[in-house]
């Protein structure tokens, strides 16, 4: 089911339907377009908990109630589903100016501070958000007003997931957890955060609370669970995902980039001797 509130954008996906079901090989039509809002899932028809994936991609950024946003889609998830969604976030509060310029708007630019997403998504009962991926957001093909009025804040692209799951009470146990490389098109290892990867040949070692969300969601059959004889883990508890800076992530992706293109001493060594 796909969702939008413009009616030539919805003509353009069923305008598409019979090209993806030849080319995925389908007989009969799998998929439906409604009209409507995202901050109003339920009155497009969408019953509650009945939806196993939401998919998002960079449009609660352009919301007015981004807290109902987030609100509908766990309303309409299953126990067990999951947001993934990408989205603009600020480091900062902007300007009154700033918010309601209308070319910012436009463009995203009244985005959420990630601190504000944490506080979002444990209040309205999701698990802590699991980041899975970070990009900077550039402003320099802005003009200088509009450039001015974004002042010091900056800006990223995240992707998030969001589990809605009973979280059990925090546990310091560790889980050995195994992927059985039973998912479609990935035969080795799948992605759980942007640091975390669970492979099929070797288990990884998690905190309980951050194994439960693959435990409890729709991908549980995919791996094996063992309480583990260790009490460590190298990654936190799930407790403490909040606390993950997307900004600070960045940074540390750039530092990392940048170390990979200096020369070693050796080459700027023999750069010098000939």
Not at 137 to 160: M, N, R, W
Not at 206 to 229: C, E, N, P
Not at 240 to 245: A, E, G, K, P, Q
Request: hydrophobic fraction near 35%; include cysteine.
């Amino acid at each position: 089911t796909g969702v939008d509130m413009t009616k030539e954008q919805l003509q353009v996906a069923r305008n598409h339907i019979d090209y993806h079901m030849k080319q995925f090989g389908y007989q009969i039509q799998n998929v439906k377009f409604l009209e409507g809002y995202i901050e109003d899932l339920k009155g497009c028809g969408i019953p509650p908990d009945s939806t196993d994936i939401i998919v998002s991609n960079c449009v609660i950024c352009v919301c007015s109630d981004k807290q109902q946003v987030f609100q509908e889609a766990y309303d309409i998830l299953k126990p067990g589903g999951e947001l993934y969604f990408s989205d603009m976030y600020a480091d900062g509060h902007l300007s009154h100016e700033a918010k309601t310029n209308k070319v910012l708007h436009a463009e995203g630019f009244n985005a959420l501070l990630w601190t504000d997403l944490m506080k979002i998504a444990c209040e309205i009962g999701f698990a802590p958000p699991v980041l899975v991926d970070v990009a900077p957001v550039p402003i320099d093909h802005f003009d200088s007003e509009l450039i001015q009025l974004l002042g010091e804040t900056k800006f990223c692209s995240a992707t998030y997931r969001l589990f809605k799951i009973q979280q059990d009470k925090c546990s310091h146990n560790v889980i050995e957890v195994q992927y059985r490389g039973t998912i479609p098109d990935l035969p080795d290892e799948v992605t759980l955060s942007h640091n975390i990867t669970i492979s099929k040949h070797s288990p990884t070692l998690l905190f309980a609370s951050v194994a439960q969300l693959l435990m409890k969601s729709r991908l549980t059959s995919h791996f094996t669970f063992t309480l583990s004889a260790s009490s460590i883990s190298a990654y936190p508890n799930l407790s403490d995902f909040v606390l993950i800076n997307p900004f600070e992530v960045l940074n540390k992706m750039g530092a990392e980039e940048n170390k990979d293109c200096l020369p070693s001493p050796q080459s700027s060594l023999e750069k010098d001797q000939n």
